[in-house]
């Protein structure tokens, strides 16, 4: 009896050590499958980044103006998203393009023609959280040099006259802005 109990002692030690062997072997093979997926992610990532980086980055790009345009041509309510979209994706650095200035310009009248307190809310948050008003400056000076005599700044100034919004001193800017540009007009 003895014997088969050391027996038994001796091949359930041996088994165990055996096992053991595997596990650490499993171990490092799970280790391994983490590694290169982590190492995968990590390199995915940052080729993300850097696609959204030359994506923000791109020099006077036309898309969400034409994207705008083409939602106010076909008399689509813009919401939210359009007008964050907008004041976002606005280019201040490309002033000096001709044909992107003043289609931005022509937009920035026809948007807030539309809907003038949703673009004063987000004209308002965009400085809000950017802590930068270097954007709402552009915006203002836009307004007082508008692009062509089609636009009816009259009618404008009587909409944003209408509503009521959170930031009152930008709707006032806005309003000074507008009248400013009525009054070179005359």
Same mark, same amino acid.
């Given at each position: 009896? =003895?014997?088969?109990?050391k027996t038994l002692l001796i091949l359930t030690t041996a088994f165990l050590l055996n096992c053991n062997g595997k596990q650490?072997?499993?171990?490092?093979?799970?280790?391994?499958?983490?590694?290169?997926?982590?190492?995968?992610?990590?390199?995915?990532?940052? *080729?993300?980044?850097?696609? *959204?980086?030359?994506?923000?980055?791109?020099?006077?790009?036309?898309?969400?103006?034409?994207?705008?345009?083409?939602?106010?041509?076909?008399?689509?309510?813009?919401?939210?998203?359009?007008?964050?979209?907008?004041?976002?994706? &606005?280019?201040?650095?490309?002033?000096?393009?001709?044909?992107?200035?003043?289609?931005?310009?022509?937009?920035?009248?026809? &948007?807030?023609?539309?809907?003038?307190? &949703?673009?004063?809310?987000?004209?308002?948050?965009?400085?809000?959280?950017?802590?930068?008003?270097? =954007?709402?400056?552009?915006?203002?000076?836009?307004?007082?040099?508008?692009?062509?005599?089609?636009?009816?700044?009259?009618?404008?100034?009587?909409?944003?006259?209408?509503?009521?919004?959170?930031? *009152?001193?930008? =709707?006032?800017?806005?309003?000074? *802005?507008?009248?400013?540009?009525?009054?070179?007009?005359?």
């Amino acid at each position: 009896m =003895k014997f088969r109990t050391k027996t038994l002692l001796i091949l359930t030690t041996a088994f165990l050590l055996n096992c053991n062997g595997k596990q650490n072997q499993t171990e490092k093979r799970i280790e391994k499958i983490a590694e290169v997926k982590t190492d995968s992610i990590v390199k995915a990532t940052a *080729s993300i980044k850097e696609e *959204s980086k030359s994506e923000i980055t791109r020099p006077c790009d036309f898309r969400i103006l034409k994207e705008t345009d083409s939602l106010l041509q076909l008399n689509t309510e813009l919401d939210e998203q359009d007008y964050l979209k907008f004041i976002v994706n &606005m280019r201040i650095d490309c002033a000096n393009n001709v044909e992107y200035s003043q289609w931005n310009n022509e937009l920035i009248f026809k &948007m807030l023609e539309k809907r003038p307190k &949703m673009f004063v809310t987000f004209l308002s948050r965009f400085s809000t959280k950017t802590r930068s008003n270097e =954007k709402t400056d552009f915006i203002l000076k836009e307004l007082r040099n508008p692009i062509h005599d089609g636009i009816e700044l009259n009618k404008i100034l009587n909409r944003l006259g209408e509503i009521t919004t959170v930031d *009152s001193r930008l =709707k006032e800017l806005v309003y000074a *802005s507008i009248n400013k540009a009525i009054e070179k007009n005359k």
